[in-house]
């Protein structure tokens, strides 16, 4: 059962990363009508090369996030490494590279920047969290990772971050998942604070289950003072609930969008996505992933330098943001023209308190390319 139970963290990870006072305040319905106008976020300059210089050709972007200084950092998955570039674009420096040795990793999953400074990169095949000093030094794998990997991580307080992960265990003679959105400290493999839990009866001929209600089922962001934001995944409802250092709920909110459904081509390329990253996994055949037929209300969260959170909309083809406060009142929206169509889909975008990075999974220039953002007018 062991070997059960590794096997299909195992598998998860890959498949998954081939990304107050305790009293809610009142709900807020949707924006004001003098909202409805978006601001534009604007292309300012661009990281990346089909040819040329290595420290400037990126792979595949997993991740991104910037330094103590405000530089740029980018986990390139493929290169196994995060490169560090100024926001003038000039490589500075790089944290790891492939394989087994001090400092080295074969297949990085998550990374972030710490608010104390360092930056560290999990990697379960080279024994978990590696942590690197602001300077590129290597300190050591400092939390032992290998079969229940922490993902899609983004700093809070000091050395603490958050993630999502998965443990098993058999109770009755059924394998069962605990999935959990939590706080944890650099050195450590066991949440501090959960903010969300679930448990559930494992099933492997039902794929959909899996992905619907462990990794996928939330999205979640945090500032560097510990407040935590998380929405669940869901096509019907567009809700976030805060919650403060202390993991104390000091806010709740929502806003009323319409579900709007996937075209043909969106759903069919969804069920093969998930079935082929299966397949590469050694999975027989087709594993009946399903995919719903109307897409997430929300799809990711940042949180900027003036205490705002953006919440991206799933629902909009063109990448397009509500901003916040953290009392949950709407601000504005906010969008990036100029994409349209499917392709507006594949754009992922991270918003931090130095700034806004984005990049596409399907890069328009055949190449991959992170750029530097801004919103118009600041």
Known sequence: MKYLIICVSVFLVL?????????????????????????EILFIDSIGVELGDSNYVLGSIESSSHSVDGNILVLDRPACCVREYTTEGEFVRMYGRRGTGPGEVVNPLSMTRLTDGRVVMLDMQTGGLHTFSPEGEWLGITAEIVNEPILWITPAESNTYIGTNNTFDVVDEQLMVTAVVGKFESDSTKPTISYWENTFPFDFRDFTLLVNESYFANVFTS???????????NTEEYHITGFDVNGDVF????????????NEQEIIEEGEFWNTRARNM?????????????????????????????????????????????????????????????????????????????????????????????????
Request: hydrophobic share 35%; with cysteine; aromatic share 10%.
């Open 15 to 39: 498949t998954a990363a081939s990304c107050g006072n305790g009293q809610p305040e009142p709900a807020i319905d949707g924006p004001d009508e003098d909202t409805e106008t978006a601001l």
């Open 282 to 378: 050694g999975a027989n055949g087709q594993l009946n992933y399903q995919p719903d037929p109307f897409r997430w209300k929300i799809h990711s969260m940042g949180i900027d330098d003036q205490r705002r959170l953006w919440v991206r909309r799933g629902t909009e083809e063109t990448p397009t943001f509500d901003i916040f406060d953290y009392e949950g009142k709407h601000l504005f929206t906010a969008e990036i023209p100029g994409i349209t169509g499917h392709s507006g889909l594949l754009w992922e975008v991270h918003v931090d308190e130095f700034g806004i990075l984005a990049w596409s999974l399907d890069p328009p220039d055949g190449y991959q390319k992170l750029y530097t953002m801004q919103l118009a007018g600041q």
């Open 223 to 233: 500032d560097r003072d510990g407040n935590v934001f998380i929405a669940r995944r």
């Open 251 to 262: 806010v709740e909110f929502d806003l009323d969008i319409p579900m709007v459904e996937k």
